[in-house]
């Protein structure tokens, strides 16, 4: 999937390289007029194959914006978004499964969606659930379900979609302390073990270091990138780590430094 915008041409769609998961040249986003505020700004981003990059900021910088933009549920005002393969996949804070079906079928339904024949949805569903370590859920029904398991199945239905992009929005943001590390664990075993790309997207800068093998901290008023960093630690890591945390400490003060240029407390 490729979207090229520009000031000039205002068109797009062209055969889409390897060696990238996803490739943002320049991108600007306005809401509104042209000539206003941009939200973002002449941002320049490139995720490999199989990455994990986090993206980090302070509230309202642009990193839900950045995230919809290469999900291509809205479009930039200039600039170029190149995702290599399919559309990505989308996980939110929300769950946002459907309460009349199962967890199963919800599964089933993004199965169905990516033209999974049926006869091989069920077996299909149950592998994305063992692999989320539900096994044994199909048939339960998300009112039956905690926080983290919804968000177990919300991630199953994620992978259960064609991209080799996952698109992450503070999916774990809403769970509990212990809950949320669990599912770090759970992630980036699952990350290793399907080698998909993801970006993911957090205010939370433990959980970007926890994860991520490069942090990128945007800037607000405009969203700019302000500074990246490659995280070396081994994996699994732990978040009370003493590297996760040195490093934890370090990319805070950058995050609290880029707060007060723009006067948000
Ligand atoms: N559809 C829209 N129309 C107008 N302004 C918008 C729209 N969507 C987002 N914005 C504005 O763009 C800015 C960035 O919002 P965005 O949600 O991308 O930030 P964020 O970094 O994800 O914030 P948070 O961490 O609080 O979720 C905000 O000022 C927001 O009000």
New binding site residues.
């Given amino acids: 999937m490729t979207q090229t915008i520009s000031e000039a041409t205002p068109t797009a769609t062209t055969p889409v390289d390897t060696g990238f998961a996803v490739r943002l040249d320049q991108v600007t986003k306005i ?2 007029r042209r000539g206003g505020t941009p ?1 973002l700004d002449g941002i320049d981003l490139t995720v490999g194959p199989g990455e994990f990059v986090c993206l980090l ?10 995230l ?1 933009l290469i999900a291509d549920l ?1 479009r930039p005002t200039s600039g170029t978004i190149e995702v290599s393969g399919d559309r990505p996949a989308l996980m939110f804070q929300d769950h946002a499964l459907f309460p009349w079906l199962t967890a199963g079928k919800n599964i089933e339904l993004a199965l169905k969606l990516r033209g999974v024949p049926r006869e091989q949805r069920r077996a299909e569903a149950d592998a994305l659930l063992e692999l989320v370590r539900l096994g044994g859920a199909y048939g339960k029904r998300v009112h039956e379900l905690s926080g983290g398991m919804r968000q177990r199945v919300a991630l199953a239905r994620a992978l259960a979609q064609a991209g080799d992009l996952l698109l992450m ?2 999916p774990f943001a809403a769970l509990d302390a212990i809950t949320r590390d669990v599912l770090h664990d759970e992630l980036t075993r699952i990350w290793a073990e399907t080698g998909r790309s993801v970006v993911f ?1 957090t ?1 939370n800068v433990r959980e970007a270091v926890r994860l991520a093998q490069r942090v990128v901290l ?1 800037s607000s008023r405009p ?1 700019r990138i302000a500074r990246e960093w490659t995280i070396d630690i081994p994996q699994p890591r732990r978040i009370e780590s003493a590297g996760v945390s040195d490093l934890s400490v370090e990319i805070t003060d950058h995050l609290r430094g880029e707060i007060r240029r723009h006067g948000r407390a």
């Fill in positions: 809401f509104g939200v900021g302070a509230s309202g910088c642009g990193k839900s914006t950045l919809n809205d929005d503070e997207v205010h945007m969203g």
